[in-house]
């Protein structure tokens, strides 16, 4: 706030926006815009993100941002894409957004060669680096690679999936003319499978698994295509703004008269199947001009042909008949495709009335002769035989009569309807697989080591109306979204584990209930319907309520009236259902649901078909009429299932890819009208947050994207390696590796069975696992050198341990000869040691004489005598001597020789003492009595410190008294509210959980709200969001005080008692009760309502104010601010920076562990008055994880005026005192409360109030508060108010 730093803070268009803080309120912060001065709005403070420092700069690899969150990624995108840069790489991923233009040389020649073999992260991010880096990881893993391409429709993934793949085929073909066949087969497909929608131009109606095929040289050799799930039922009906397939158009447009004429082509407004929907052309000037006045269709000549720089009818259909030429079909089946493709158009034209007879049938109008005779003329079918089959359904009798008789059952008008779209949708069905399975055979190959798989399907759909295509599609993007977050979060955050990295864990949202909800056995919903098609008698509205019946309480799956559109209100329950996909929710009407379901045709009409006269129709149908036995044949209309064929091949897909290795392209598209240049913020944020990118973007902030086995390493310099590298074990040899190479230790790190490379250091692992013979060669000669180099330092270390080891066997033989010497000394010792016993016992009675000889000489009495008794002992002694130096004696001989002098001596001794006695006695007593004299002195002196220190000592005492009686009162409320604690603890809980289940909800609601804003922008109007309801949160506190009365009902004694004694006791309980006191605190801030204040004016108050309550609740807001404030600038600091210390550790610790209690107003009063100081030791957050030695302790002390600090000192040992007042250092100080301190439980930490101002005068801080007092910047307290008084 003080530093005025730019932040990113939430908007409901652009996604985020600049502001800057200018407040801190209860749980949100105040933000001022950048480019709107004098214009605030709040913002939650877990959605406000730091924003860089240059919010114009961009970044290739967002992982290079020093802010990696939504809003930095966000706002790198949306600059690259103002600078015409759609590529954005997070890590190994590559965003690229749909410019709706073509950008000049962005895919020409030129940049496929300046793109080839360059490492990830060397060029600009482009779709060409991430094809290079597929076919690298292929060549040196030796495994094949899957690139799955992904997005929203019109988002640009088939245009990305055509890059890749002309890429792979000019980039590493074979120069032959199956790689030109590769890439032409692309435009052959898309007018048979692609088609217009309100979101897309060019989108595709089916899903396509392209492979190209790779020998073991590694060149392409060939290629594979797999469709899945065409969307038929687009052949008879889309909606006013869309299309119907391609080829319809591009045959009408661009057919020569002659082919015209032959299959009787007209405007696209003359024929059922395209009439409905637009029948506007694409075309561009020249070739408007060259389409054939007859051929267009009235609305295309009032508004003219539709512009898309992609698209082109009438050149796209000469540009497919050169495609298919060059593919290898020739004239006569180009000739048969355009032939059924004309017949299905004029199948559409025929209609059915009421017979009027008494069967109930009905009959072709007349107006539809024609059509059908065209229909059957291009099919080659019978026109009698087609019409009997379209009004009639063939039976077989299984009872009841003659057995096999062939029954005519007359069809309704309806019924006809839906035969007819039925044989359109198979016919065409089956056309779409021989047009795939005739471009395989165009790319045929042998053999294939391995693929390079390109996936396009179509992305995640929601529109106005959603269909079982919509459905399906949808599951679909479900199961690729669960492929991607488990092969980029959860499988590489357990390799991670695996390998010992240490990385921390990402979380992610899991769709697995959204997927079982859909393929789960006997109640998924695909089973469901399989079981509604099996039924006697269908319908769309029992399978509806069968999956409500069957999800009643499933999160996932709800009913149309809670949706957020109004259309979907109208839907009613049994007609359509609601899921909630990974994207958003998506309404479903099930209308046709169970028609669309069966893949299958009546007999009569199978059969018609199969037996076409045309060998191109009749070879579309082989096989597909051998599959059915006679019982099904002669029952209801059998009965093949779509859900579960594209299920089965979903689960095939998935694993395949889950056999090969991975790269991901997420397409976005920048706005809903499909328009260059135009960026819309929170459309493309919510993009990003379903792709999962945000989720990405924490893991690869610490991840590693690349890595290689040790093994594989040594395996690919094996071959060059000379043989005395091959005996080196394989991790040593990539250490080995590394080292030569010079890479720098952080951006590498060694797991247990591999080696892991940081984000944006691929250009290094490529230059590793690059395997050419020449690079392997040199990387092999640096590996040799640096060998030698560590191995001449291995020889100089040997060299210099032989010269230790000399050293160590000299100092061992001097050792050697020093034990010899010592065990021979040993034995000696042990051989004489009586003898030598016995002359040291003797030496010691010949000391103990010669003192005896001095006692003699000092008695004044006996002393002639005394002294010839003396002399003959010592004679004695030494005859004992001499003894025992000239014979060999035994130690029991000594020993007794030795007992009788000792005797003798003994005797001598009490006869000097007895003598001795009466003269030491009076110099005994005297030394006695000097003694004594010394200790009385010692004594007086001891007592005259004892006084002088028993001052402080009781000050201390009193202190220390008074910390233990605050400890106690603590401990006996802690003990009272840890009773009321446990009974309230179920209650609790089950909150938490419901809070928990209504923020999973809320999510939910969000999500599914802005999914619904994405629609009504261009669909419908959105309903308002719905007030809460104020019962529920009613209800919520009644249950919060339940339990407040339960405890005080289980506390009361079995006697009765009266109603003041149950109201008094029920009092006291409430009143002990942390609800209360929460109470009582909120009952009095609502007396000095602060939470609209804003910073300078509670500091203003709290200077100026002289009523004693608001300024207690002045002070306690201002500094609750200051806490939220800082841990939101904890939260939002730089990478690599150090943590803001404004208190020692341990006292931030204890307020995270322990929160603060709450007084009573009257307590808060008393404590305002009270002035108490402390003093703690700390380390500096730099010196915190060095050495014990090398850590520098300093002293912290603090004087809190009241609850909070008002002066504060840090004594650092290498640097001037830090010196901080209330009021002038708000920013730097501890803005904890004394209780949150919890200095006051700390023993020893309170010092004397002497004490601290000694230090602080010592320190110049009376100068220091003088000043802040001059310049008006120190709050009133009580040190300034005696400051103030001494200076008066």
């Given at each position: ?23 801190i ?11 709107q ?15 860089e420092?240059?919010?114009?700069k ?15 990624l ?26 709706y ?8 020649s030129?940049?496929?060669q300046?793109?080839?073999?360059k ?5 600009p ?22 690139i799955?391409?992904s ?6 993934k ?9 890429y792979?085929?000019?980039s590493?073909?074979?120069s ?5 066949r ?34 073991e ?11 899945y799930?065409l ?6 009906m889309?909606?006013?703004?869309e299309r ?8 009408c447009?661009?057919a020569?008269?002659e ?11 003359n ?9 506007r ?22 508004e003219g042909?539709m ?6 009818d ?5 540009r ?8 290898g079909?020739g ?6 495709l355009?032939?059924?493709?004309a ?8 209609d059915?009335?009421e ?23 291009l099919?080659?079918l ?12 063939v ?30 949708k198979a ?23 391995f ?9 995640f ?37 695996k ?10 949202v ?6 079982d909800?859909i ?6 919903i695909?089973?469901?319907?399989d ?6 008698q ?7 309520s069968?999956?409500h ?32 996909h ?15 379901n ?14 076409s006269k ?11 009429n051998?599959?059915?036995?006679t019982?099904?044949k ?5 009965f093949?299932?779509?859900g ?12 395949k ?16 009208k ?12 919510s993009q ?10 924490d ?6 994207p690349s890595?290689a ?8 310099y ?26 720098n ?12 490379f ?14 050419d ?11 040799n ?8 330092k ?10 230790k ?9 001097l050792?050697c ?12 010792k ?11 016992k003797?030496?010691?009675l ?6 005896m000889?001095?006692?003699?000489k000092?008695l004044?009495?006996?002393?002639a005598e ?22 060999i ?5 000594i ?7 000792v005797?003798?001596?003994?005797q001598?001794?009490?006869g000097?003492?007895k ?9 005994r007593l ?6 004594m ?7 007086e ?6 006084k002088?220190e ?12 008074k910390?233990?009686?605050e ?9 009272e ?15 938490r ?6 923020q ?8 599914d ?14 309903i ?6 104020d019962?529920?949160i ?5 249950k919060?005080?339940?339990?407040v009365?339960a ?9 009765k ?5 149950m ?16 109470t ?14 804003k910073y ?38 730089k ?18 562990q ?8 009257q307590?808060?009063?008393?404590q305002n008055?009270t002035?108490?100081?402390f ?10 994880y ?5 850590k ?5 002390y ?9 002066r504060?000192m840090?004594?650092?040992p ?15 100080m501890c803005e904890?409360?004394?209780?949150e301190?919890?200095?006051?439980r700390k023993r ?12 602080w005068e ?6 220091y ?6 310049n008006?910047q ?7 108010a005696m ?6």
């Amino acid at each position: 706030m003080e530093d005025g730093k730019a932040v990113w803070a939430p908007h409901p268009l652009d996604g985020f926006q600049l502001g800057s803080i200018i407040d801190i309120g209860i749980d949100t912060l105040t933000i001022e815009p950048l480019n709107q001065k004098n214009k605030t709005f709040l913002a939650p403070v877990n959605q406000v993100f730091s924003a860089e420092e240059d919010s114009k700069k961009d970044v290739e690899d967002n992982c290079g941002l020093m802010y990696l969150n939504e809003a930095t990624l966000l706002n790198n995108i949306r600059v690259r894409y103002s600078k015409d840069k759609i590529y954005t790489y997070v890590a190994n991923i590559l965003i690229a957004i749909n410019p709706y233009f073509d950008i000049p040389k962005l895919y020409s020649s030129d940049s496929i060669q300046k793109y080839k073999g360059k490492s990830l992260g060397t060029l600009p991010p482009h779709v060409f680096a991430i094809a290079d880096k597929t076919y690298r990881d292929m060549k040196v893993h030796k495994l094949s690679q899957s690139i799955i391409v992904s997005g929203e429709s019109g988002a640009g993934k088939t245009e990305n999936t055509k890059f890749v793949l002309r890429y792979l085929t000019e980039s590493y073909g074979t120069s032959q003319d199956i790689d030109e066949r590769i890439v032409e087969a692309n435009p052959l497909l898309e007018a048979f499978g692609n088609a217009k929608t309100v979101r897309n131009n060019n989108s595709s109606r089916f899903g396509k698994f392209v492979e190209i095929h790779f020998n073991e040289k590694n060149a392409v050799v060939g290629g594979f295509v797999s469709h899945y799930l065409l969307e038929k039922s687009r052949i008879c009906m889309q909606s006013k703004e869309e299309r119907n397939y391609h080829i319809f158009y591009r045959l009408c447009a661009g057919a020569p008269e002659e082919i015209g004429q032959k299959f009787h082509l007209i405007s696209p407004d003359n024929f059922r199947y395209l009439n409905r929907g637009c029948t506007r052309y694409f075309a561009n000037k020249e070739s408007d001009k060259q389409i054939l006045q007859n051929r267009k269709s009235p609305e295309c000549l009032k508004e003219g042909s539709m512009k898309d720089p992609l698209l082109d009818d009438h050149g796209d259909f000469n540009r497919m008949c050169v495609a298919m030429k060059k593919i290898g079909l020739g004239d006569v089946e180009k000739f048969d495709l355009f032939r059924v493709v004309a017949g299905v158009l004029h199948l559409g034209n025929v209609d059915f009335e009421e017979a009027g007879s008494t069967s109930g049938g009905c009959v072709l109008k007349n107006k539809s002769s024609q059509s059908l005779d065209y229909c059957a003329e291009l099919l080659g079918l019978d026109s009698d035989d087609l019409r009997v089959s379209l009004t009639t359904r063939v039976m077989l009798t299984t009872a009841g009569g003659a057995k096999g008789t062939v029954i005519k059952v007359p069809l309704k008008v309806e019924q006809a309807n839906n035969a007819r779209d039925a044989l359109a949708k198979a016919v065409y069905s089956h056309l779409f697989d021989h047009v795939v399975k005739r471009v395989n055979q165009c790319f045929p190959f042998d053999t294939s080591s391995f693929f390079i798989g390109v996936l396009d399907i179509a992305g995640f759909e929601y529109f106005e109306h959603n269909s079982f295509e919509q459905f399906c599609i949808n599951y679909c993007n479900e199961k690729l979204q669960q492929f991607f977050n488990e092969r980029i979060l959860k499988e590489e955050q357990e390799l991670y584990q695996k390998e010992g990295l240490g990385v921390s864990e990402v979380h992610y949202v899991d769709n697995q209930d959204c997927i079982d909800l859909i393929e789960a056995k006997l109640v998924g919903i695909l089973d469901i319907l399989d079981e509604e098609n099996r039924l006697p008698q269908t319908s769309d509205q029992h399978f509806t309520s069968a999956v409500h019946q069957k999800h009643k309480d499933h999160f996932r799956l709800t009913i149309p009236r809670k949706s957020k559109l109004t259309v979907h209100r109208n839907i009613r329950d049994d007609e359509g259902f609601i899921i909630r996909h990974f994207a958003g929710a998506v309404c479903y009407e099930t209308s046709k649901f169970v028609e669309k379901n069966n893949d299958a045709l009546h007999m009569s009409l199978e059969s018609l078909v199969s037996e076409s006269k045309d060998p191109f129709v009749r070879k579309l149908f082989e096989g597909t009429n051998n599959m059915k036995d006679t019982k099904q044949k002669a029952g209801k209309l059998g009965f093949i299932s779509v859900g579960n064929k594209f299920k089965t091949q979903l689960n095939l897909l998935l694993e395949k890819l889950r056999s090969t290795g991975s790269s991901f392209i997420r397409c976005i598209k920048p706005n809903l009208k499909m328009t260059s240049h135009q960026f819309e913020g929170a459309q493309i944020l919510s993009q990003l947050q379903c792709s999962g990118m945000v989720s990405v973007l924490d893991l690869m902030q610490g991840g590693f994207p690349s890595r290689a086995p040790f093994h594989e390493l040594y395996n690919m310099y094996k071959n060059y390696m000379p043989a005395k590298l091959t005996r080196l074990d394989p991790r040593l040899f990539c250490k080995a590796l590394f080292k030569a190479l010079g890479l720098n230790e952080n951006d590498y790190k060694f797991g247990l069975t591999k080696v892991f490379f940081r984000p944006g250091k691929f250009a290094e692992f490529d230059q590793i696992m690059k395997s050419d013979p020449e690079h392997l060669a040199v990387l092999v000669k640096r590996v040799n050198h640096w060998l030698i180099c560590s191995r001449w330092k291995k020889v100089q270390w040997c060299s210099l341990s032989v010269i230790k080891l000399k050293n160590k066997m000299s100092y061992r033989a001097l050792a050697c000869i020093k034990m010899q010497k010592t065990v021979r000394m040993w034995l000696c010792k042990r051989k004489h040691k009586p003898r030598i016993d016995g002359v040291v016992k003797g030496k010691s009675l010949k000391q103990r004489v010669n003192r005896m000889i001095e006692v003699v000489k000092a008695l004044k009495e006996g002393k002639a005598e005394m002294n010839k008794q003396v002399q003959d002992l010592d004679s004695s002694i030494d005859a004992f001597m001499n003894k025992i130096k000239r014979t060999i004696m035994t130690r029991v001989e000594i020993d007794k020789e030795y007992a009788g002098l000792v005797r003798r001596s003994e005797q001598l001794l009490g006869g000097l003492q007895k003598k001795k006695q009466e003269e030491e006695e009076a110099e005994r007593l005297r030394a006695i009595q000097q003694e004594m004299e010394r200790e009385e002195r010692r004594r007086e002196e001891e007592e005259r410190h004892r006084k002088q220190e028993e001052e402080d000592r009781r000050l201390k005492s009193e202190m220390e008294m008074k910390r233990k009686q605050e400890e106690v009162e603590r401990k006996k409320q802690e003990e009272e509210e840890r009773r009321l604690q446990a009974e309230l603890e179920l209650q609790i809980t089950a909150e938490r959980e419901e809070d928990a289940h209504k923020q999973t909800l809320l999510e939910q609601e969000r999500r599914d709200r802005e999914l619904a804003m994405r629609i009504a922008r261009s669909e419908s109007d959105l309903i308002a969001d719905e007030a809460p309801v104020d019962a529920g949160i009613k209800s919520v506190e009644v249950k919060r005080v339940q339990p407040v009365a339960a405890a005080a009902k289980s506390a009361r004694p079995e006697s009765k008692m009266t109603m003041e004694e149950m109201a008094k006791e029920m009092s006291d309980y409430l009143a002990r009760s942390p609800q209360v006191q929460a109470t009582k605190a909120a009952a009095g801030i609502k007396k000095h309502d602060l939470s609209k204040w804003k910073y300078a004016e509670l500091r203003d108050a709290i200077n100026t104010s002289c009523d004693i309550e608001l300024l207690a609740a002045c002070r306690e807001e201002f500094h609750r601010r200051l806490k939220v404030y800082h841990a939101w600038k904890s939260k939002n600091k730089k990478r690599n920076c150090e943590a803001e210390q404004r208190a020692p550790k341990s006292i931030t610790d204890y307020a995270e562990q322990n929160p603060p209690q709450l007084h009573s107003r009257q307590q808060e009063i008393t404590q305002n008055r009270t002035q108490r100081y402390f003093r703690i030791p700390f380390i500096r957050p730099a010196d915190q994880y060095k050495e014990p030695q090398n850590k520098k302790k300093g002293w912290w002390y603090a004087h809190f005026d009241g609850p909070w600090i008002a002066r504060q000192m840090e004594l650092h040992p290498d640097k001037a005192p830090i010196l901080l007042v209330a009021g002038k250092d708000d920013m730097e100080m501890c803005e904890l409360s004394l209780d949150e301190t919890g200095l006051t439980r700390k023993r020893g930490a309170e010092i004397l109030p002497r004490q601290f101002e000694e230090v602080w005068e010592r320190c110049g801080g009376v100068t220091y508060l003088r000043n802040a007092i001059e310049n008006k910047q120190a709050r009133p307290t009580y040190a300034t108010a005696m400051l103030q008084n001494l200076l008066q």
